[in-house]
Each structure stands twice: as structure tokens, then as C-alpha cells.
């Protein structure tokens, strides 16, 4: 996903990293407020969002950021609280100004099964946290593998 | 786009004993399907499960481009404030 925002990247970071900034955009369709924002902006540390409708449904997401560079990069996991997809998604979000422009530049790697039997095991499986991360760890291996295949390497 | 077998898809899949990471995820997501033909196979897109992707994206784009429009908006009010700070410190640094 690509966006170009007319603002230096130091504050589309801090719209991204601040609490009190997140709060006012982030927010989904319309009707939806985010009464809850906690963000621990240290790689390890923890991040999470709540939102809720004017009929006090809520959903809630979050995870754990693996890389900061400030103003420039961001990689942190993801998972909803009740995820409609197996394992953790891995969110990469870059920042590039050029002439007080950023463009933003946001990859989600999810979870892909290989064969049809892997698909309905995700798709029926438990959702274990640990099941979640060897998923992940075991996704990142098969796509190296993908990788290798293609003589990418 | 053409959705017959005859597509670009299965020109580049064809005569693989071997098959492509790409085309058996293809497979597994339910976007095409399979005819074999002795050591040949013939992959043919369907419809269907893209038109459903067609829908789920447009209903994507637009809760991010609302998310993105209130971004733009909240950055311009950052900027002015920004001006304004300035502008107050020179005056400052003026008198």
C-alpha cells in the first residue's frame, strides 16, 4: 500500500508513533471511535488499539515492534483478537520525503499455506499463540525457499 | 481478460512436471483450475474467487483512503501549528 502525504516524514511518523495523534485518524468506517491507543515505541515493545461503534461493539488489534528507525521505518507484527486469517501478519511501513513530501510505503506479509491439505489445516486449526509463531517462522522459511527456487539467491 | 485456458496463465504453466510455488498457491486458493494432460497441465483462471478479491479490495481502498483523508487533515493542522511556534519564537527573538 502507497500514499503520499504533503508533510515532512518526522510528522508522519509521529502521526503514526503518538498516541494522541494515532487516536484522531486511525479509525475505520465511519461511527468508530478508538477509545483505547497504548504504544511502547522500543523494538520488543508493545502496542495496542481498541476501537469500538455507537453500538459498543469493539475490536480489538495489536502486536509487538521488531525494528524502529526513527522517521523512516517501522516493522512490527500484527493480530486482531478475533483474526478472520491464520498467524500473525508482519507490517513493514517506510517513509520517504522528497520536497516535503513522504511517501509511505506499508507490506503485510501474512501467513500462505502451500498445498490445499496446509489450507483447510489454517483455516480449521487452533490459533495458539506458539502455533502462531511457528506458522509465521515456517512461512518465512517457505517463502525463502520460494526464493531459492527461483534461483533469487 | 480472457478467463479460458487459453489465458497468458497457462501458456506460462504448461509442460512443468515440476510445479511452481506460484501455481500451486494459485491452485490452493481456489483462483485456477487443473486439467491434466499427460505431462501437462492446463490451468484455466476462474472467475469467481477474483471478483470476490475485486470486492474486498475496493472496501479496503476506501477504509484507507477515509483513514488517509483524516491523516491529511491532522498533518495540515500540525504544519500550522508548527508556523505558528515558529513565528511566535522570531517575534519573540525580534523584541
Known amino acids: ?153 | 481478460m480472457d478467463h479460458g485456458p487459453s489465458a497468458t496463465w497457462s501458456s506460462g504453466c504448461v509442460s512443468r512436471q515440476r510445479k511452481s510455488p506460484t501455481s500451486a498457491r494459485a491452485q490452493c486458493a481456489g483462483l485456477v483450475d487443473v486439467r491434466v494432460d499427460a505431462q501437462r497441465r492446463i490451468y484455466a483462471l476462474r472467475p469467481a474467487p477474483l471478483q470476490e478479491l475485486e470486492v474486498w479490495l475496493e472496501k479496503y481502498r476506501r477504509l484507507w483512503e477515509g483513514n488517509f483523508q483524516r491523516l491529511d487533515a491532522l498533518l495540515d493542522e500540525l504544519k500550522t501549528e508548527e508556523l505558528k511556534t515558529k513565528e511566535k519564537k522570531r517575534a519573540r527573538a525580534k523584541r
Open chain 1, 1 to 153: 500500500m502507497t500514499r503520499v502525504f504533503d508533510a515532512p516524514r518526522r510528522m508522519v511518523f509521529d502521526a503514526f508513533t503518538k498516541p494522541e495523534l494515532v487516536k484522531q485518524w486511525l479509525l475505520g468506517p465511519p461511527g468508530w471511535t478508538m477509545p483505547v491507543c497504548e504504544i511502547d515505541l522500543r523494538v520488543g515493545g508493545a502496542y495496542r488499539y481498541v476501537w469500538r461503534n455507537a453500538k459498543g461493539k469493539e475490536m480489538g488489534m495489536g502486536g509487538i515492534y521488531r525494528e524502529i528507525v526513527p522517521h523512516e521505518r517501522l516493522v512490527c507484527t500484527e493480530l486482531f483478537d478475533q483474526a478472520w486469517y491464520p498467524g500473525e501478519a508482519l507490517v513493514t511501513t517506510t517513509l520517504v520525503e522528497q520536497g516535503g513530501r513522504t511517501t509511505l510505503t506499508s507490506t503485510m506479509l501474512y501467513v500462505s499455506p502451500r498445498d490445499p491439505r496446509q489450507c483447510s489445516q489454517v483455516r480449521h486449526g487452533a490459533r495458539g499463540r506458539g502455533e502462531l509463531r511457528t506458522g509465521l517462522k515456517s512461512c518465512w522459511c517457505r517463502s525463502n525457499n520460494a526464493r531459492s527456487d527461483r534461483g533469487d539467491d
